[in-house]
C-alpha cells in the first residue's frame, strides 16, 4: 500500500473562495450565513441560508452568469454547466495552480477524478416543465448533461482532458467523502498516480428549500445563531453550496515533482446504520463502527487523535447520534480529541461536505490550528464528556479525522496524518 498526499486545493465557499480567505474564516470563526433574499416570503418560513459570494447564477442561461474576473471560461464550456459546475470548474483550476501541476501531469492514464453533487435540481426543474410546456425538441442539448448528478465529473473529465478513472459517487451527505476514500484506494493501491476529488453543489432555492418539508432547516432569522451543531437550541441546519477540489497524489509522485504538502491520508473506514432512510441510529451505531474501520485500516490508536472534525449538521437528532458514537470510542481515552463542527462557519453543503471538510482539515493541519465550534451557547448536556471546542486552538494537529453521514445510515470517517 502506497502513500497518499494532499498536495493541492481548490475552493468555492461560503467563508471564502480561496484557500487563504477560507483559512481566515476558519481561524477567527468566521460565518457565511446571511438573510437569503430569495427565502424572505411569508410563504417561505426558512430565512438564512449561506450563498456563494462573487458569483451570479440565478439565470437558467449560463452565458448571463456572472463570476469573477479572474477565471476565463468559454461559453462552450458554460454551456454543459450547472451553477455548481462553474464553482467546481474555478476550484479545480485553483487546485492545479496549488499543486503547480501541468497538464502533462493530468492528462494521462495515470491520473483520475471522482466528484460528487446531486445534479442540478434548479435546471432539471426548468428542463422538464419547458419538456411539457413547449416540446421534447426545445429542451437544449446539453440540459441534461447539465443537470443530472454527473453533471460535475462529465464536465471537468472533458475539459481537463482526464485519462484516467473517473466516475461519480451518490451517497447523499457522505458522497464526496466517499469520493475521497476511493480515491484514495486507487492511489494506495497503485492503480493510480494522482486523483482529483470533487464535492459541488448548487446551494440555491431549489437544491436546500426541499429540506423544509423534512423539518430539518433552522427557522432561525438571525443568521448568527441559525447554525450551531451541538448547542441546546439547535433546530436545523442551514443550506450551502459551493465546490471543493483536492488533489491527492502518490508518494512517489511527490517525490518525482516536489510539490508541497498538506498531509498524508493515511487511511479510511465505512459502515452502514441499517436503520432508517432519513435519521441517523439513535446510539451512533453505524458511525462507531466506521471510525473503528478508519482507525484499524490506518494503523492509528483512538489515544493518537488530536482533533476531529464532526459531521454535526445541527440536526436535533443527528447531533446526539454522533456525539454518542464519539464517547463510545473516546469516552475512555486518557487524552480526549478536541472536537468541532465546521459547518457552524458555512452551514450544510450536503454532497459537497466531505470534501470541504476534508480541505478544512488539511488547512489547519498544514496551518497549525484546529478551528473552534462556533455559536454555542449552552451545550447540549447530551455532550457533555466530549472534548468541544468553542474557540480556535493555535496548536497543530497531527493526526485528524473527519466524518461524514448521508441518508440511509451511510457512514464516512477519514483518517489524516501530519506528512513530516
Same mark, same amino acid.
Given at each position: 500500500?502506497?502513500?497518499?498526499?494532499?498536495?493541492?486545493?481548490?475552493?468555492?465557499?461560503?467563508?471564502?473562495?480561496?484557500?487563504?480567505?477560507?483559512?481566515?474564516?476558519?481561524?477567527?470563526?468566521?460565518?457565511?450565513?446571511?438573510?437569503?433574499?430569495?427565502?424572505?416570503?411569508?410563504?417561505?418560513?426558512?430565512?438564512?441560508? !449561506?450563498?456563494?459570494?462573487?458569483?451570479?447564477?440565478?439565470?437558467?442561461?449560463?452565458?448571463?452568469?456572472?463570476?469573477? !474576473?479572474?477565471?476565463?471560461?468559454?461559453?462552450?464550456?458554460?454551456?454543459?454547466?450547472?451553477?455548481?459546475?462553474?464553482?467546481?470548474?474555478? /476550484?479545480?483550476?485553483? @487546485?492545479?495552480?496549488? %499543486?503547480?501541476?501541468?497538464?502533462?501531469?493530468?492528462?494521462?492514464?495515470?491520473?483520475?477524478?471522482?466528484?460528487?453533487?446531486?445534479?442540478?435540481?434548479?435546471?432539471?426543474?426548468?428542463?422538464?416543465?419547458?419538456?411539457?410546456?413547449?416540446?421534447?425538441?426545445?429542451? &437544449?442539448?446539453?440540459?441534461?448533461?447539465?443537470?443530472?448528478?454527473?453533471?460535475?465529473?462529465?464536465?471537468?473529465?472533458?475539459?481537463?482532458?482526464?485519462?484516467?478513472?473517473?466516475?461519480?459517487?451518490?451517497?447523499?451527505?457522505?458522497?464526496?467523502?466517499?469520493?475521497?476514500?476511493?480515491?484514495?484506494?486507487?492511489?494506495?493501491?497503485?492503480?493510480?498516480?494522482?486523483?482529483?476529488?470533487?464535492? *459541488? =453543489?448548487?446551494?440555491?432555492?431549489?437544491?436546500?428549500?426541499?429540506? *423544509?418539508?423534512?423539518?430539518?432547516?433552522?427557522?432561525?432569522?438571525?443568521?448568527?445563531?441559525?447554525?450551531?451543531? +451541538?448547542?441546546? %437550541?439547535?433546530?436545523?441546519? $442551514?443550506?450551502?453550496?459551493?465546490?471543493?477540489?483536492?488533489?491527492?497524489?502518490?508518494?512517489? =509522485?511527490?517525490?518525482?515533482?516536489?510539490?508541497?504538502?498538506?498531509?498524508?491520508?493515511?487511511?479510511?473506514?465505512? @459502515?452502514?446504520?441499517?436503520?432508517?432512510?432519513?435519521?441517523?441510529?439513535?446510539?451512533?451505531?453505524?458511525?462507531?463502527?466506521?471510525?473503528?474501520?478508519?482507525?484499524?485500516?490506518?494503523?492509528?490508536?483512538? =489515544?493518537?487523535?488530536?482533533?476531529?472534525? /464532526?459531521?454535526?449538521?445541527?440536526?436535533?437528532?443527528?447531533?446526539?447520534?454522533?456525539?454518542?458514537?464519539?464517547?463510545?470510542?473516546?469516552?475512555?481515552? &486518557?487524552?480526549?480529541? !478536541?472536537?468541532?463542527?465546521?459547518? *457552524?462557519?458555512?452551514?450544510?453543503?450536503?454532497?459537497?461536505?466531505?470534501?470541504?471538510?476534508?480541505?478544512?482539515?488539511?488547512?489547519?493541519?498544514?496551518?497549525?490550528?484546529?478551528?473552534?465550534? %462556533?455559536?454555542?451557547?449552552?451545550?447540549?448536556?447530551?455532550?457533555?464528556?466530549?472534548?468541544?471546542?468553542? /474557540?480556535?486552538?493555535?496548536?497543530? &494537529?497531527?493526526?485528524?479525522?473527519?466524518?461524514?453521514?448521508?441518508?440511509?445510515?451511510?457512514?464516512? $470517517?477519514?483518517? +489524516?496524518?501530519?506528512?513530516?
Amino acid at each position: 500500500m502506497r502513500k497518499v498526499y494532499i498536495t493541492g486545493v481548490g475552493f468555492i465557499t461560503s467563508i471564502g473562495n480561496d484557500a487563504i480567505a477560507v483559512t481566515e474564516s476558519l481561524r477567527e470563526l468566521r460565518h457565511g450565513m446571511v438573510q437569503y433574499p430569495p427565502f424572505q416570503k411569508p410563504e417561505v418560513p426558512v430565512k438564512v441560508a !449561506a450563498p456563494i459570494k462573487d458569483f451570479q447564477t440565478a439565470t437558467t442561461d449560463a452565458e448571463d452568469w456572472i463570476f469573477p !474576473a479572474r477565471y476565463n471560461i468559454r461559453r462552450e464550456t458554460l454551456r454543459g454547466m450547472a451553477p455548481h459546475g462553474i464553482y467546481a470548474y474555478c /476550484a479545480m483550476l485553483q @487546485a492545479v495552480e496549488d %499543486a503547480k501541476l501541468t497538464e502533462a501531469d493530468w492528462s494521462n492514464p495515470d491520473t483520475g477524478l471522482y466528484a460528487a453533487s446531486a445534479g442540478s435540481p434548479f435546471l432539471l426543474g426548468y428542463h422538464l416543465e419547458r419538456m411539457r410546456k413547449l416540446g421534447v425538441m426545445r429542451c &437544449p442539448p446539453l440540459g441534461i448533461v447539465a443537470s443530472i448528478s454527473g453533471t460535475v465529473n462529465f464536465n471537468l473529465v472533458s475539459q481537463f482532458k482526464i485519462k484516467g478513472a473517473s466516475t461519480g459517487f451518490s451517497s447523499a451527505c457522505a458522497s464526496s467523502a466517499h469520493a475521497l476514500g476511493f480515491a484514495y484506494d486507487e492511489i494506495a493501491r497503485g492503480r493510480q498516480n494522482r486523483m482529483f476529488v470533487i464535492g *459541488a =453543489e448548487d446551494g440555491n432555492v431549489e437544491s436546500i428549500l426541499p429540506f *423544509a418539508g423534512m423539518r430539518a432547516l433552522s427557522l432561525q432569522t438571525d443568521p448568527a445563531i441559525a447554525s450551531r451543531p +451541538f448547542d441546546v %437550541a439547535r433546530d436545523g441546519f $442551514v443550506g450551502t453550496g459551493g465546490a471543493t477540489v483536492l488533489v491527492l497524489e502518490s508518494e512517489e =509522485e511527490v517525490q518525482r515533482r516536489g510539490p508541497k504538502v498538506y498531509c498524508e491520508v493515511a487511511g479510511w473506514g465505512q @459502515a452502514s446504520d441499517g436503520y432508517n432512510v432519513a435519521i441517523s441510529h439513535p446510539e451512533g451505531h453505524g458511525l462507531r463502527l466506521a471510525i473503528t474501520n478508519a482507525l484499524k485500516y490506518s494503523d492509528t490508536t483512538a =489515544e493518537q487523535v488530536d482533533y476531529v472534525n /464532526a459531521h454535526a449538521t445541527s440536526t436535533p437528532i443527528g447531533d446526539i447520534s454522533e456525539a454518542r458514537a464519539l464517547k463510545s470510542i473516546f469516552g475512555q481515552s &486518557p487524552t480526549r480529541p !478536541a472536537v468541532s463542527s465546521t459547518k *457552524a462557519l458555512t452551514g450544510h453543503g450536503l454532497s459537497l461536505a466531505g470534501a470541504m471538510e476534508a480541505g478544512f482539515c488539511a488547512l489547519a493541519m498544514k496551518e497549525g490550528f484546529m478551528p473552534g465550534s %462556533a455559536h454555542i451557547t449552552k451545550l447540549d448536556p447530551a455532550c457533555e464528556g466530549l472534548n468541544i471546542i468553542r /474557540a480556535t486552538l493555535p496548536h497543530r &494537529p497531527n493526526v485528524v479525522l473527519s466524518n461524514s453521514s448521508g441518508f440511509g445510515g451511510a457512514n464516512v $470517517v477519514l483518517v +489524516f496524518k501530519g506528512a513530516n
